[in-house]
């Protein structure tokens, strides 16, 4: 019988389920044992390098129907949990609640862990800095949008490392409580999701007299939607269910590419070589202006069979002349021997920002 079938299926899931859950309350328990030692040593508990030659392991050992993105949301959410117990952090990120920022933070740090929503990227820097909190978490850059001025400019001036860079494919929700289209009369949303879900706009809800309403974030959008049946909001799918606003459509972004790259950042932390990193230095040459200094520098880099994945100029912010300072992304660890070669050539030039196990 097709029942009786059916309950054998079940009473073997359960079967699996309770020895799933023992397994992990004993990789709890060693867990438990990691961190008393490293609280004896004052080590770091969060080691992302560590993290990735385990997914990396397990996906290589993976014969089953698990695709590799379903091994990283479960285990990143056991490593969340495995934090959690050999010792609580507390994370500060971009809000408000239910923010991009928000959903990156908890994609890496687990639904556990105790979170801190603050009002600006500057804010996130000086928790860190000041170790009220011990990670932050930060959007860097847009592939649509460049980079973000506030991130590279507090990279400058606060003393942080960078300890992970965390890419996230952005989509956004049309939410809202009203039984159809027809009867939404405004939109919130941020005015750069706006621009990100023009198309939507412009041809699925292609009403003249409906309004558009910037508002500061997202997040608020989706709460304002809550809040006014005949209103809509644009934002992402973690804001609509931390304000329980129901989802008209998904994925209303016009460019399927849309990604945002955040960095965590933390106070006196160091990565160990993966054997796949990056580095992010803050380049300060003198005499910026005069011709060839930039280019001796990045030739300096060639030599030493180091690839360069990102430059980007900043103004210097010092007297009146046009001097700029450069963001450098490239491949390899701070250590590696080619690229202390250069750090030696350029000691007072060079801020070493963080060396991360390489994700894009």
């Not at 460019?255 to 070589?273: E, H, V, Y």
């Not at 060639?302 to 300072?325: C, D, H, M, V």
Request: aromatic fraction near 10%; hydrophobic fraction near 40%; charge should be negative.
């Amino acid at each position: 019988m097709e029942s009786d079938k059916l309950s054998e299926y079940r009473q073997r899931i359960d079967q699996l389920d309770s020895q799933l859950l023992a397994l992990l309350n004993e990789r709890m328990e060693v867990v438990k044992q990691v961190g008393e030692l490293k609280r004896s040593n004052n080590s770091i508990i969060y080691r992302p390098e560590r993290e990735k030659a385990i997914l990396d392991r397990l996906k290589g050992r993976n014969t089953g129907l698990l695709p590799e993105t379903a091994i990283d949301a479960i285990f990143l959410e056991i490593f969340a949990v495995s934090r959690n117990i050999e010792l609580p952090e507390r994370i500060a990120y971009l809000g408000p609640n239910g923010s991009f920022t928000h959903q990156a933070a908890e994609s890496r740090f687990g639904a556990m862990s105790e979170y801190m929503p603050v009002s600006s990227i500057r804010a996130v820097f000086k928790s860190v800095a000041a170790e009220i909190t011990r990670f932050g978490v930060v959007p860097v850059e847009n592939n649509q949008q460049g980079l973000v001025p506030e991130t590279a400019d507090c990279l400058a001036e606060y003393n942080v490392q960078i300890v992970a860079e965390l890419p996230m494919d952005v989509h956004f929700a049309f939410v809202s409580r009203a039984n159809k289209l027809s009867e939404v009369r405004k939109i919130y949303s941020k005015d750069i999701a706006f621009r990100q879900c023009s198309k939507f706009i412009d041809e699925v809800v292609n009403d003249s007299t409906v309004e558009l309403i910037p508002v500061e974030s997202t997040s608020k959008a989706a709460r304002l939607a809550e809040q006014e049946a005949d209103s809509a909001a644009i934002c992402s799918r973690i804001a609509a269910q931390e304000y329980q606003v129901p989802i008209l459509f998904e994925n209303v972004e016009t460019s399927g590419d849309n990604q945002t790259r955040f960095f965590i950042i933390s106070k006196l932390f160091a990565n160990q070589p993966s054997g796949s990193d990056k580095t992010s230095v803050l380049v300060k040459l003198p005499h910026s202006d005069e011709p060839g200094i930039l280019a001796d520098f990045l030739q300096a880099f060639n030599q030493a069979n180091i690839n360069l994945t990102k430059i980007e100029s900043r103004p210097a912010k010092r007297g009146k002349t046009f001097t700029y300072w450069f963001f450098i992304d490239f491949e390899g660890h701070w250590l590696d021997e080619n690229i202390q070669h250069i750090v030696n050539q350029y000691k007072e030039e060079i801020k070493w920002l963080g060396s991360y196990v390489r994700l894009i």
